[in-house]
């Protein structure tokens, strides 16, 4: 038996040291390499901290002018309330713009809902009436002085026939885009 294993002492060598390397050597690199990868992910993370550090008073200056022109935006935004009476007053305002130019409104409804940013909510309202081209004009040009901001997306206008005549009825679709605060805001 010693005999044998003097003859095979070479092979126990390799065995040795594929175990060795198995259960030694490979888990030691695998370790290295992860250590690696980390130690260049925090480098890199390092070094966008420190860009961020040296920017610092330039990006507190850009949040001055934003918090400035955010100020500047307030009169163009319908005021921070809740949905419904944000939708009574916008609506009421529309509705009251047609009935003074002597417009017949067929429908008003609301189209959509979309938070832009966490204070600013944008509404889409549709509103189907039917006038006279005079009707039609000033309306529109209502709707475009108005504060808070009332912003013609789409529209169509529609009739019967196409004359001179300032009596030919029309139906029109406008679809109106109005912005509302989702909270106050204060510099």
């Not at 260049?40 to 200056?61: G, P």
């Not at 307030?74 to 009421?92: D, M, N, R």
């Not at 529309?94 to 008003?108: A, D, H, K, Q």
């Not at 549709?126 to 006279?132: F, K, L």
């Amino acid at each position: 038996m010693k005999s044998d294993l003097l003859k095979y002492k070479h092979y126990l060598a390799v065995l040795l040291a594929l175990a060795i390397a198995n259960y030694l050597i490979e888990p030691l690199w695998n370790n290295l390499t992860e250590l690696q990868q980390k130690l260049y992910l925090d480098e890199v993370k390092a070094a966008k901290i420190e860009s961020l550090i040296m920017a610092k008073s330039d990006i507190e200056k850009q949040h001055g002018l934003l918090s400035i022109r955010t100020l500047k935006l307030q009169p163009y935004l319908f005021p921070a309330s809740t949905e419904s009476e944000f939708k009574l007053v916008a609506q009421a305002k529309v509705e009251s713009i047609l009935e003074n130019e002597g417009c017949n409104v067929e429908r008003i409804g609301w189209i959509s809902r979309k938070e832009v940013d966490k204070s600013l909510i944008r509404w889409t309202l549709e509103a189907r009436y039917r006038g006279n081209p005079k009707c039609a004009l000033n309306v529109t040009r209502q709707l475009e002085s108005q504060q808070p901001l009332v912003k013609i997306a789409d529209y169509s206008y529609a009739g019967k026939e196409v004359s001179g005549n300032k009596n030919n009825y029309m139906v029109i679709a406008l679809t109106l885009v109005m912005w509302q605060n989702a909270q106050e805001v204060t510099l």
